[in-house]
């Protein structure tokens, strides 16, 4: 890595080592570790700026609490929102706690420092006959029409990160038992079943693949692009976009949103929290509990529709 601001050697090699430990032994995503990455250089960045001129950057050791409040008091001044506040407290939360763990420094600075109070923002969710509406305005006719159907079906029939479905292969699909093993946050594997909705969507879809010139590395994967490599995040995020403008969607959404459509209606209908932690892949059976806080606020809201005095 380049040196970080302030060309000091110090910051640069726990820096470094902090990525190193981020790959190998925390196995985070590549987006992860460049949003910590993002956030200890924004703080050292903050630091220089506030270091007189011909004086040296303050050391990690010597790091106080009040050094990460005035950082984030410049993010707030920024306009930065609370929740921005509180994920860049906890990049250099976690990046202090690797240096103390090390025993590089005496403490984690961090420890004192109180994070912004965020809420709890609930996620967007479209209805059924949303999806539907989305699946209905796919243009069949144009070449890649199947692909972006069976995308939606796959994100949404199995409750798929964006990077779960541009990494899936057909080594990963067992449509004759039906279920596919994803790949999930730190290479951790899961079981989830597939419906017919979306194999049969898949299958229309694998003749213009198939008809593809394929780069030899890519031939695994299920879903490309026309000139037969991977497609990317911000393809399927562009997909999804104009899908839901197609269909009059007035929402804000990305892939994600059908990820928490999926849970939220398997909730709806009875599911298990247990079961919907596990084909979500969440770690924490409280990632998976802000369903059914939807789940309540949808009955609230249905009660209150249809009460004779709301």
Known sequence: MKPLPGKDQEWTDHVNDFMIYLRLERSLSDNTRKAYLGDVCRFLNHLVKNTAAGSSVVRPGNIKGKDIESFLKEIADSSASPRTQARMLSGLNAFFRFLAM?????????????????????????????????LET??????????????????????????????????????????????????????????THALKALEQYYPWRNSLKITPAFED?????????????????????????????????????????????????????????????HSSILTTEIYTHLDASFWQQSILNHHPRP
């Not at 144009?142 to 541009?166: A, Q």
């Not at 999804?240 to 999926?262: D, E, N, V, Y």
């Open 221 to 281: 994967y299920v879903f490309l692009n026309r000139y037969g490599r991977p497609l990317t995040r911000n393809m399927v995020f562009l997909i999804i976009r104009r899908q839901a403008a197609l269909a009059g969607i007035k929402k804000t959404i990305s892939p994600h949103t059908f990820r928490h459509s999926f849970a939220t209606h398997l909730i709806e209908n009875g599911a298990d929290l247990r079961v919907v932690q596990e084909m979500l892949g």
């Open 102 to 134: 090390e025993k590089r420094i005496p403490a984690n600075p961090c420890s004192s420092v109180g994070a912004p109070r965020t809420g709890r923002r609930l996620p967007v969710v479209l209805s059924l006959q949303e999806i539907e509406s989305m």
């Open 138 to 195: 796919v243009d069949l006719s144009l070449p890649e029409g199947h692909r972006n159907k069976s995308i939606i079906e796959i994100l949404y029939g199995c409750g798929l990160r964006v990077s779960e479905m541009t990494g899936l292969t057909f080594s990963q699909m067992f449509p004759d038992q039906g279920f596919i093993r994803v790949i999930g946050k730190g290479d951790k594997q899961r079981l989830v079943p597939v419906g």
